[in-house]
């Protein structure tokens, strides 16, 4: 029987489980958006207000699931906007299928109206970029992009379809529903290496991070490293990967890392590094973004393990002791599968670390009327443990990166890409998966200005999710910036807000204002309670820039080295 493009693009997102389009609609995929209502009435169409908005909800849900995220978005500019969420899912590993609607065939190669060649500008930030030029190859082409998003290293595929192939009549049959293929089990010999190894390790470390973790991999790899007492720490912004209340779980390095913890790695004698890159992020050694410091260039001085599922990222910037290609699944289960070493001589070890992390954790002092650190800690005893927490990118997030703790995976969205705007798309992404789940975003003044658009997307399809906004009226990472390396001054990083809580109103949201410590809890209480998406707008003296300095403290340093 024949179908339209539109009817068989609809029935092959439907076959690989799609269970959610995000778009912002436009003439040149209308039809894909009807097919889909009529043939598969229980997708839902999120109609959001930006491209960059629908895209980044697209990443969060792909982050979230494991599954890719799907979006649709019309040729340029809507294509364009788009670039900022493909991106992030690519920097991020999250698997993701960005749909961009083109111009009919006949208009190709003429520069027609918002035409552009999307192959070209998507290349350096996808994994796969296709145009799809007969509707009969349509279901080719979802199979081979549900397969590239989701193996080896995860990531964002583009599909480029011309209107007048979405209205196309083919007889062509469906796929099936994809399936992702496995890097394999490590070789038994490789296992009894990295365990011999940790057997003559007195300071070993595993570090943990990437994407894909299942329930199963998590258990195996907290049992491993409990049963050997190997300490762990994660990745940036993969803090769920681990429950922080395990003897065994000592930190996070990236961004804004505890510089204590960085000392201990840097005096590690054997590392293994599971299912996550030796990126300029998670290789931070010290100040803000001194990236590949952490470790000795080309061969660092400890014994190392490198497991991934990507080629690509093995030996490319540190030769290892053992680069190991395995899915992560896989070699978890081998890990917790072999017996443990002996650990007496090494208790302590892990000892040091879980106290530099217990000190790192606890509650210290907060600039203004607001203590920062007593809010996380009072949201964490109050939140369920399955509770989704989001941010976007800024210093404010340093509090709740620093203070907040994650019990359950999957419980973190945050943008390892650096993209501001992030958090609230993504936020409004988890709730629409697990509405049943509390879902809260912590979110900067101006990273919220980048997307607070979809806040009334968030009214219109009940996504009940709670903004905590940091209102200290600058971008606060760059006026850290503006002190390190223009002695103070500042140049455009003040900002003029408007009234949050007058705008949540006017988006038909709940509205709080909190100025003083003890007026969030009741705020929060209230917020929860609304029945509707809610904004708390969170008064924070700019001096509590950070979670570990002050402006005055930046000040005083700089004065200090003269």
């Keep these: ?100 609607g083109q111009v009919k065939r006949a208009l190709m190669e003429r520069e027609a109206f918002m035409s552009y060649d999307f192959r070209t500008m998507f290349a350096p930030t996808a994994k796969w970029v296709a145009q799809i030029d007969d509707a009969a190859r349509i279901p080719e082409f979802v199979q081979r992009a549900y397969q590239t998003a989701m193996t080896g290293r995860m990531g964002p595929v583009v599909l480029v379809v011309p209107e007048d192939v979405l209205e196309e009549e083919a007889s062509v049959p469906s796929g099936k529903r994809s399936v992702p293929a496995h890097a394999g089990t490590p070789a038994a ?92 992020v998670n290789t931070i050694g010290a100040g803000y973004m001194e990236g590949f410091t952490l470790f000795s260039i080309p061969v660092p001085k400890q014994k190392f393990v490198h497991v991934t599922n990507n080629f690509a990222e093995l030996n490319r910037v540190f030769q290892v002791d053992l680069a190991l290609l395995a899915d992560n699944g896989a070699f978890c289960r081998a890990l917790a599968a072999h017996a443990p070493v002996a650990h007496a001589a090494r208790d302590g070890w892990t000892a040091k670390l879980r106290e530099t992390f217990e000190a790192e954790t606890r509650p210290g002092p907060c600039p203004g009327s607001i203590d920062l650190p007593q809010v996380m800690k009072w949201l964490r005893e109050r939140l369920p443990e399955d509770a989704i927490v989001t941010n976007g990118v800024g210093a404010y997030a340093t509090w709740s990166q620093r203070y907040f703790a994650h019990y359950r995976l999957h419980t973190q969205l945050g943008p390892i890409s650096g993209s501001m705007g992030y958090s609230l798309p993504a936020a409004i992404s988890a709730k629409l998966v697990h509405p049943e789940r509390v879902v809260v975003d912590f979110v900067g003044d101006g990273c919220f200005q980048m997307s607070s658009e979809e806040l009334i997307t968030a009214v219109q399809y009940g996504a009940n999710v709670i903004v905590v906004l940091f209102n200290n009226n600058m971008y606060g990472t760059i006026r850290i910036h503006e002190e390190n390396r223009l002695e103070g001054r500042v140049n455009g990083t003040q900002l003029v807000n408007p ?38 707008e969170l008064t924070v003296d700019q001096e509590a820039i950070h979670s570990r300095y002050s402006l005055t403290d930046l000040r005083n340093r700089r004065k200090a080295k003269g």
């Design 499 to 536: 009234d949050f809580y007058a705008l949540a109103k006017a988006y038909g949201a709940h509205a709080e204002r909190v100025t003083t410590t003890e007026e969030f809890a009741p705020a929060f209480e209230r917020a929860l309670a609304a029945g509707r998406p809610a904004l708390i």
């Design 1 to 100: 029987m024949k179908r339209k493009g539109s009817e068989i693009l609809a029935d092959e997102l439907a076959l690989n489980g799609t269970d959610i389009v995000y778009h912002v609609p436009g003439e040149s995929f209308l039809c894909a958006l009807d097919a889909l209502a009529v043939r598969h009435p229980g997708i839902r169409a999120v109609g959001c207000r930006h491209e960059n908005g629908a895209a980044q909800m697209a990443e969060a849900y792909g982050k979230l699931t494991g599954r890719p995220g799907v979006a649709f978005v019309t040729r340029s500019p809507g294509a364009t906007n788009a670039v900022n969420g493909v991106h992030t899912a690519y920097q991020d590993s999250s698997p993701m299928i960005l749909i961009v």
């Design 189 to 280: 010999e490789d296992v009894e290496t990295i365990f011999s190894l940790l057997a003559q390790a007195e300071r070993p470390l595993l570090i943990v991070g990437g994407s894909g973790w299942t329930e199963a991999a998590r258990g195996d790899i907290q049992a491993f490293a409990a049963a050997s007492n190997v300490p762990v720490v994660t990745t940036f912004r993969r803090r769920d990967i681990i429950d922080h209340r395990l003897p065994c779980y000592v930190g996070e390095i990236g961004i804004g890392s505890n510089p204590a913890l960085l000392a201990h790695i840097r005096d590690a004698d054997f590392v293994i590094m599971c299912n996550d890159a030796l990126s300029d």
